[in-house]
């Protein structure tokens, strides 16, 4: 239940966690049935990855509001070999590819080896209470729920924002509400591969929504922004 970090540039350090942070969602390898309120997994075929033979699986968002994967996972150990985002369209998004896979019994023996007096310290991370907020969201893709809220000052303009994070378990989505500056009076949309920033304004706050969804969604959910008090 720890997990020891070490990166280029940066002191090794270890946390409590059950699970490492990486490109593939945790719930997609561990906990698929948590998804099925949100999409549906189909079979498409056999194919071969990287000299492998693989089953590839598509998945698709069940109300359409976010992106496609197509998954291939290698026939005798289940590992991911390759995966696939698309656009609504099929548009490829983002790809992820095992280049060479070799399956050997001596990388345990040479993790049996690790001394864990010798790995870094645990850091214990306190995270901050919950604040709830006097605000909701109307419309949210099917299976997404609030897991965090909090304050946030934003690095660039220094500026305070209530912030929400919203997860289906594949997909993280952030909504930040902060007081109109002025600065933006038009809606802004920016699009960087699988993310989107979608930001707008009533003059008086500004609500921007930032994840891997299509445009449409974003806008959905900024627009459904509604004061519960």
């Keep these: 239940d720890v997990v020891s970090v070490f990166q280029p540039g940066y002191p090794p350090y270890s946390m409590h966690g059950k699970a490492i942070d990486g490109p593939i969602p ?7 049935n948590q998804l099925q309120m949100s999409y549906q ?6 194919n071969r990855i990287s000299g492998r033979s693989a089953q590839q699986i598509r998945i698709t968002s069940i109300d359409k509001t976010r992106y496609g994967y197509n998954l291939w996972l290698d026939e005798e150990t289940g590992m991911l070999l390759k995966l696939n985002m ?15 896979l070799r399956i050997d019994d001596r ?20 995270n901050p209470p919950q604040r ?21 000052q934003l690095a660039i303009t220094g500026q305070v924002a209530e912030y929400s ?17 002025g600065v933006f009076k038009n809606d802004v949309n920016l699009n960087n591969g699988a993310n989107t920033v979608h930001s707008r304004t009533d003059g ?26």
């Design 132 to 152: 709830e907020h006097v605000w909701t969201l109307a419309f949210l893709p099917v299976g997404m729920k609030p897991v965090k809220q909090d304050i946030h």
């Design 107 to 126: 990388v345990a023996e040479v993790f049996s080896q690790v001394q864990r007096d010798n790995l870094p310290r645990v850091i214990n991370v306190v």
């Design 165 to 181: 994070l919203f997860s289906d378990g594949l997909v993280n989505v952030s909504v930040y509400i902060q007081a109109a500056t």
């Design 26 to 32: 945790y719930a997609l390898l561990h906990e698929p």
């Design 41 to 46: 997994f189909l079979l498409v075929g056999r």
């Design 86 to 100: 698309h656009s609504l369209d099929g548009k490829l998004l983002q790809q992820i590819q095992v280049t060479q």
């Design 204 to 229: 008086k706050v500004q609500v921007t929504v930032v994840g891997d969804i299509p445009l449409i969604t974003a806008q959905l959910m900024a627009k459904s922004i509604e004061v519960t008090n």
